[in-house]
């Protein structure tokens, strides 16, 4: 587990996943991971919760598998009462931490809220959300107020190549090749 010294609070704040119930007496609790892979969670350290209008940093003891969750031991908290006021904590890292991508692809926190146009100059909206569908993500693109085929919300594939055809984050704006009445 790496480990920061003097961490500060996140700058550029990220959740990466939310703490769930406690798990038996001794202070466990779930934890429900937003990372590709759950266990990359635990790459990413320090962490942070937000209590009382500010940042509260969380050390871990541990973390374990059972069964199909992932559970962690909190230091200091050592009994059912005390992980249960952590329930529903989101866990959140400085985004600062995640490594730098190859060209071509894109963390989706950095697709949200980027104009959506097609290759028409047609204005489709703008990225509310990004799903995960198995065969390709998807956007979710909230329709302009007047949108002219009267949609609010399109989903549209992120294919590259394909319906992708230019992403431009400086300027956020991707640019896309679909039918704005679908």
Request: net charge negative.
């Amino acid at each position: 587990m790496s480990k920061q010294l003097n961490p500060q609070a996140p700058a550029d704040p990220l959740v990466l996943g939310k703490m769930g119930s406690a798990y038996g007496i001794r202070g466990w609790l779930r934890v429900f991971s937003s990372t590709e892979d759950a266990e990359s969670i635990f790459d990413y350290q320090p962490w942070f919760i937000q209590r009382a209008g500010g940042w509260q940093l969380i050390e871990l003891e541990g973390w374990k598998r059972h069964n199909q969750d992932l559970v962690i031991k909190v230091k200091d908290v050592d009994d059912r009462d005390a992980a249960n006021l952590l329930t529903n904590c989101e866990i959140v890292v400085d985004s600062r931490q995640l490594p730098v991508l190859d060209e071509g692809e894109y963390y989706w926190k950095d697709l949200i809220d980027c104009q959506v146009v097609s290759v028409s100059g047609y204005q489709l909206g703008k990225v509310a959300d990004m799903m995960e569908t198995g065969s390709n993500d998807v956007m979710v693109v909230r329709a302009n107020l007047k949108d002219a085929f009267g949609i609010k919300e399109r989903l549209i594939p992120f294919l590259t190549g394909q319906v992708i055809k230019r992403v431009d984050l400086s300027a956020r704006l991707i640019e896309v090749d679909w039918d704005p009445g679908f």
